[in-house]
């Protein structure tokens, strides 16, 4: 059965009427600053690559991060880490999940951190996803087999249908393998003092107690 010029309009009407309830609310999200892919000056991130690279250097590792979560691949975020890789919260982020959740935090390892991951950027849940690293320093005297630097992040997210940001510092710890590629063995999550914001490591907990 054929459509009829009446249910043309109509349904030409409903998907222009869904349209401008988009532009609407994004305008709304934007207006009050939460919308999360805001372009402006700022500290120079650390690494440029746009796709995933070889880790055959340290800054690799930095790069594929961003990559892996702009590009929402859980799979290839989890190649980062070294098998033996640990997760430490800051600790008054653990005092403040703890209340509710006691040992939250305890046992991160590297298969705690791929499903908190995998639950994160689900395309399901995560429609839009970006991280920021910036003002690397050098936490002491690289080898030739270990490397530990601190950056400042910003994960910036749409999830579960609301914009949301996490930021804060992380001291991550590397080494290289026996194929000579680098990956991240300790994660330590820091909280700066007068933090406007939740940390990433915030994000970790409530996502691991929904589990």
Partial sequence: MGWTRRDR???????????????????????????????????????????????????AVLSNLTVCVGDKKAGEYLDQLAGGFVFVADQIDVATLEQNYPGIFSDWN??????????????GR???????????????????????SQVDYRLMLYL?????????????????????????YRWEDIRPQDAPEDTWGILRGRIRATM
Avoid at 134 to 139: A, D, F, K, R
Avoid at 162 to 179: C, E
């Fill in 160 to 184: 579960d249908n609301h914009a949301q940001t996490y930021s804060g510092q992380a001291r991550l710890f590397m080494r290289k393998d026996v194929s000579s590629l680098w990956s991240i």
């Fill in 9 to 59: 309009d109509r349904t030409g009407a409903g998907a222009r009427a869904r349209a401008l309830v988009l532009v609407v609310m994004l305008g709304l999200i934007a207006a009050c600053g939460q919308f999360p892919f805001q372009i402006g000056d700022g500290p120079k991130p650390v690494g440029t690559a746009t796709e995933i690279i070889p880790r055959t250097e340290p800054a």
């Fill in 110 to 123: 590297r298969d705690v951190e791929s499903r908190v991951t995998e639950y994160m950027l689900d395309a």
């Fill in 126 to 148: 995560c429609e839009l996803a970006e991280l920021k690293l910036t003002n690397e320093t050098v936490l002491d005297q690289p080898t030739d087999t270990t490397y530990s």
